[in-house]
């Protein structure tokens, strides 16, 4: 068992266990701390400089990120001249992004970066700084990547090897030249990368964003988020479903997913808007002279239950059979062996297990 | 899964048996990458080089079918070299001794005639399991789609129990679901042999208390498989069925026997989501709400309940499940309760009839931290089972013998066709080929083919080829690729409507539980001129987004 400690976050005492880093300590205590390349999923990095502290009997400050709590630490996150260097970084960062409208921003929500601007009331003005102009690839399904708006936070880098472990993406260049790109400069889809987008949902800025997600028309604050469990394989992993109107419009990973603690594949990434098909079925149907004819529920109802009688009554409860689906809800199944057990009369049902 | 997901990543060898975890299950494979990158020893045994194999200290490709030989000579191998753990042998097992003596002739080299993995990649991988501190067994349908479905899971069982290796952490013997829920369907009951919660059918105590609970008699009688259910519905036995959520006719191998049971029926009701194949056979068709439109929970390969929520709003009149059964339910009877206000009302009644989820409820099952059993309110739950003591007592070595697949190559089928799926289809393609851009990513269905072997066959990248075998046969396209061994094709069965390959699959089937023999059937292939009309190319040429890189 690890023991609890104590130390000073901005004049209270709080208690930490070992191994908790001042970050943790300190958003757990409620003081404001800005991070960009900080991801609760990752190691530390330390690369953004953001989160810096001053630590009592330090002459510098320090990232508070990589810095490892102990006992009797004495931190102050929030002074004038922390705030000042915080807001001069932010400045500096946004200055190599372009200005033009955030995809991200406008559609889904503000981003990190521009989330930040705001909180230091700052902008691009002051530094105005040249955009790198870095390649844009388009020729995926479902990665928007723009890495004009990248701050070399390697987010996604660290992703893709920590969480996915793929290790599809990677840094390259130096200085000026720096970026994102997979072995040998080529497209996502000739890479080892397997579009799991797990990238897009660590990404600070608008660089990286979810074509499914952006033009949907939706506004910041108009989407619903609605946990869940992915539809797809027996492994489970928890999803947050982001709906608009009632409507399906995109998946993200829940972070503290017991099973995928973050992570998430192709299929359960991109794969939810089957839901949202054209050719959904949305009438019962009956077969009415050779052909499946729209009724109301209640004639559908009242013809299944005539004929299903008949073929009981006629031919005995094991001349039915039910066929339980193994991708519903385990309420449905459970409803299907109980009529079947207790209407039909026997134990002709199954799921689809086998094959 | 006897063990839990998180705990792969702690484990020191992990044995992966035909499962092509990195393409069905991606991120379960992540935790096995991630122990990899902790030290752990990775062997991968499949016919096919995987992807998971790049991660691999070995990887023994095994003929197909061949599992029974191979596993049985990894258990004489660990015996031979003193590696069985024979205290836990001792105090949990029994049968050894007669294990040990049915085993002298499976030597490695046995082994090695009979699987086509070197002898001693055999021993290696033997010793590498048997001295590991925890060695975790993880198997898919590789293992169970044989007609000795049966005997390969119990010859991975003896390994683990001979070894010490079931109710430990990060260890066990783990079939990884294929599908999200069907752990659950099994769970609530719809097996033909257990009411909820695994209560056997023909136990007169199990009877009376669903008698009592549902307040009608209960057939004392095991119901017949869903396997079975087809061959009655051809011989007129079986004259009503009702489907939910699957398309058989798609899905089962011998789409021609399959077609003809379904249209032997008298009346036939199909609920899904979609008018799929199975549904346009239908005499009513029922409009199912999808996973997002409903509450509910789903119950996932290591046996966790998790919650899963309404975010958005049905199209038209479609329904949920339970909710549709309950209302036809309620027209048949007035003696047995169907009235429900909304999925929790069922899941309470569930809970309370099955032991292993009577500690559930929609509040505990919040987050999904909950593996059953969960017997009471505050337990908290079992995600490694066997802990200390097996349900019956001792593990039971079990004494198995290599029968070949019910089909091999011979003159006139020379190749053994296997399947399976591909990353970004999942299945019948029914949700990922619906969802935006994964035709893109998989325009269309290939056979995918050792270069020795096309070349024999004169086929080249891109050319077109029919695929022949007892029941029948399909066209498609060809990749030439070195995943597949020679004398091994590979298809998935995701494009139906331009590719059944379940017409060519095999039905034969484990004589225990009537899994069908989906991994192996004798086939023949021959170079054909590409036809015409077919969906997939038109898709392609209608959309020039699209790049085929099978089009040549």
């Keep these: 068992m690890s023991t609890e400690m104590k130390m000073v976050i901005d004049g209270a005492e709080v208690s930490f266990k070992e191994g908790e880093t001042v970050l943790e300590v300190a958003r757990r205590q409620g003081s404001f701390v800005p991070t960009l390349c900080y991801d609760e999923r990752l190691d530390p990095y330390g690369s953004c400089r953001l989160c810096v502290v001053e630590v009592e009997g330090r002459r510098l400050p320090a990232s508070s990120c990589t810095l490892k709590a102990e006992a009797g630490m004495d931190i102050r996150t929030g002074s004038d001249h922390i705030r000042k260097m915080q807001s001069t970084l932010v400045e500096m960062v946004l200055s190599e992004n372009p200005g033009d409208e955030c995809p991200r921003c406008r559609d889904i929500g503000t981003c990190e970066v521009h989330e930040l601007a705001e909180e230091f009331e700052v902008s691009r003005d002051r530094f105005l700084g040249a955009i790198s102009n870095a390649s844009k690839d388009d020729s995926n399904p479902f990665l928007l990547r723009d890495y004009d708006r990248c701050i070399s936070c390697y987010r996604c880098v660290r992703i893709c090897d920590e969480v996915e472990a793929d290790h599809a993406i990677t840094m390259t260049g130096r200085g000026w030249n720096k970026g994102i790109a997979t072995a040998f400069d080529g497209g996502l889809m000739d890479s080892d990368c397997t579009l799991c987008g797990q990238c897009i949902y660590t990404c600070p800025t608008g660089a990286l964003a979810d074509k499914k997600m952006v033009n949907q028309g939706s506004k910041p604050g108009e989407i619903e988020i609605t946990r869940s469990v992915c ?83 006629d031919h005995g409860p094991k001349a039915f059979y039910a066929i339980a689906s193994g991708r519903a809800p385990g309420e449905g199944s459970y409803m299907l062996q109980k009529f079947t057990r207790a209407v039909m009369n026997s134990n002709q049902v199954d799921n689809c297990s086998r094959g | 899964m006897s063990n839990s997901i998180p705990e792969i990543e702690d484990a020191d060898m992990m044995l992966c048996v035909g499962t092509n975890m990195t393409e069905c299950h991606p991120i379960i494979a992540v935790r096995v990458k991630k122990a990899v990158r902790k030290g752990a020893k990775l062997y991968v045994v499949d016919p096919r080089k995987i992807p998971l194999t790049e991660y691999a200290t070995g990887h023994l490709p095994l003929k197909l079918g061949s599992d029974v030989a191979l596993f049985n000579a990894m258990a004489k191998v660990i015996i031979d070299e003193g590696l069985a753990d024979m205290e836990y042998i001792e105090e949990r097992t029994e049968g050894f001794e007669e294990l040990k003596k049915h085993l002298e002739p499976f030597t490695a080299e046995y082994g ?70 069907i752990q659950g369907a099994g769970d609530t009951g719809a097996l033909p042999n257990n009411y909820p919660g695994f209560q056997s059918v023909d136990d007169p105590v199990c009877q009376e208390k669903f008698e009592k609970a549902w307040g009608v008699p209960m057939d004392p009688h095991k119901g017949i498989t869903k396997i079975a259910a087809l061959d009655h519905a051809v011989d007129g036995r079986i004259k009503a069925m009702w489907i939910c959520g699957e398309n058989t006719l798609v899905t089962d191998p011998d789409v021609k026997h399959t077609t003809k049971a379904l ?77 429900y206000e909304n999925s929790e009302q069922v899941f309470d009644e569930l809970a309370s009839l099955s032991p292993i989820y009577a500690g559930l409820s929609y509040d505990r099952i919040e987050r999904g931290d909950l593996a059953w059993p969960v017997p009471e309110m505050d337990h908290p739950g079992t995600p490694i089972l066997h802990e200390g003591e097996f349900l019956n007592g001792k593990g039971k070595l079990q004494l198995l013998n290599y029968v070949p697949p019910s089909e091999n190559p011979d003159e006139e089928y020379p190749f053994y066709l296997t399947t399976g799926r591909r990353l970004p289809t999942y299945h019948s393609n029914t949700m990922t080929g619906r969802s935006g851009g994964f035709r893109i990513l998989v325009p269309n269905e290939w056979l995918e083919i050792h270069p020795a072997d096309a070349e024999k066959l004169g086929l080249e990248d891109g050319d077109w080829s029919k695929i022949t075998s007892r029941r029948g046969e399909v066209i498609t396209r060809v990749a030439i690729t070195k995943t597949s061994p020679r004398g091994t094709v590979f298809m998935s069965f995701a494009f139906p409507e331009e590719v059944m390959t379940n017409i060519v699959t095999n039905p034969e089937v484990d004589p225990q539980t009537e899994t069908p023999e989906f991994k192996v059937a004798a086939v023949s292939i021959v170079r054909v001129e590409a036809p015409t009309g077919l969906g997939a190319s038109e898709a392609l040429r209608a959309n020039p987004d699209v790049e085929d890189p099978h089009l040549g």
């Design chain 2, 263 to 339: 249209e032997s029926l008298d009346f036939l009701v199909v609920q899904d989501m979609f008018l799929t194949d199975t549904a346009k056979l239908a005499d009513v068709v029922f409009p199912a709400a999808a996973f997002t439109e409903v509450d509910g929970f789903f119950t996932n390969s290591d046996r966790r309940v998790q919650r899963i929520r309404k975010a958005a709003n049905p199209p038209g009149d479609a329904m949920p499940d339970w909710w549709i059964i309950a209302h036809v339910a309620k027209r048949m009877t007035n003696d047995v309760h169907f009235d």
């Design chain 1, 231 to 313: 539809p797809y394989c027996g492994t489970g992993c928890s999803i947050n479903l982001h709906s608009l109107d009632g409507k399906m419009i995109g998946v993200t990973p829940v972070l503290d997913g017991p099973v995928n603690e973050g992570a998430l594949c192709v299929k359960g990434q991109f794969g939810f808007d089957f839901v949202n098909s054209e050719d959904r079925l949305t009438r019962p149907l009956i077969r009415k002279n050779g052909e499946l004819t729209p009724v109301s529920w209640n004639e559908a109802f009242d013809y299944t239950a005539q004929k299903l009688l008949s073929v009981r009554d």
């Design chain 2, 112 to 181: 090695e005639e009979i699987s086509g993995v070197p002898a001693q990649l055999i021993r290696e991988c033997a010793i590498a399991y048997a001295s590991a501190g925890s060695a975790g067994i993880y198997y898919t349908l590789g293992i169970t789609e044989h007609i000795c479905g049966v005997s390969n899971v119990q010859s991975l069982c003896n390994l683990a129990l001979i070894t010490g290796n079931l109710g430990k952490r990060s260890a066990g013997v783990n079939p990884l679901r294929g599908q999200n829920n």
